[in-house]
């Protein structure tokens, strides 16, 4: 249907209980993040600054635009947010600019969007999708996830890894990472070791709770189906039937990382994820990530994905903070 001239426009109705508050937002957040998806920096002053607009009313959502490509974008974007909703019964905002972002250069033809998942978590860049198709990959035995904070480097992993758990695909999970943080050693703090390194394994646990619930999980570490556990425990061991996690891996030195890497045994397959900016070792050049990359990359069944400010997904302030530090230290080299 056509209003005004050289207007297209398209109405949507979303009349299933709570679907079109999910979608809309609350104070039609949501629709204000799309819409700003299509804003048009060229536009004259006076003219409209988007090029597709959204109007709500009810259960019915009218979209507005001056090209066919565009219409077709933003139903694309709605009707994907509304199958999250029905699933859901929920849309995060991460989840709409998710869908904002695989919007971006679809196939129209190739018909309705869906936004891939896994473990229950929506995944949000273009990255993160190759991230967990190598998570998935059976021939990819290690892969190195490297880039900024809140990029979902951990939480995928373990989300990957309790989906093999739970397909029986490894018989056990184990996650560990160096005692080192922001300059501190683990035998300054009291207590046993449980105690000394809970604090620094407590991101593990929450990634473990967002797959599974408290029971099931206190079941699996009983039977140490789950184990988490310094990196300095991991040598003479090794590894067999199992999903490694090696996180923090930045704060590795060269010979530790040698170590780890080296203790995979028949059926395992190890994620090594870190932040190369974040290097907590007193001599930052012993470490062991980029060193690890550089000369295993190019070896058959090893992948290296690297993630960037555009792929975090904490709070959107978090991205521009990264580039702010990034931008200073290229300056300062």
Known sequence: MSTKTGELSRVITLSEAGVAQAVFGPLHRHLAHIQEAFRDPSAPRGQPAYRVTLDAQGDQLTLRASTEA???????????????????????????????????????????????????????????VHYVEALRDENIDLIFGVGPAGTGKTFLAVAAAVEALKQERVDRIIVTRPAVEAGEKLGYLPGDLAEKVDPYLQPIWDAFRSQMNENDLKTRRERRQIEVAPLAFMRGRTLSNAFVIVDEAQNATIL?????????GEGSRMVVT???????????????????????????????????????????????????????EGGRE
């Open 70 to 128: 565009d219409l077709e974008r933003a139903e694309r974007i709605v009707e994907a947010l509304a199958d999250l909703a029905r699933r859901k019964s929920r849309v995060r905002e991460g989840e709409v600019l998710a869908a904002i972002s695989f919007s971006e250069g679809g196939d129209v033809a190739a018909g309705p969007m869906t936004l891939p998942q896994l473990g229950g978590l929506t995944l949000r860049t273009p990255r993160q």
């Open 256 to 264: 530790q990382m040698k170590m780890v890497l080296t203790r995979l």
């Open 274 to 328: 870190g932040d190369p900016s974040q290097i907590d070792l007193v001599r930052p050049d012993q470490s062991g990530l980029s060193h690890a990359i550089s000369i295993l990359e190019s070896i058959e069944g090893v992948e290296a994905i690297r993630f960037a400010a555009q792929d975090v997904v904490r709070h959107r302030l978090v991205a521009r903070i990264v580039e702010a530090y990034h931008r200073d």
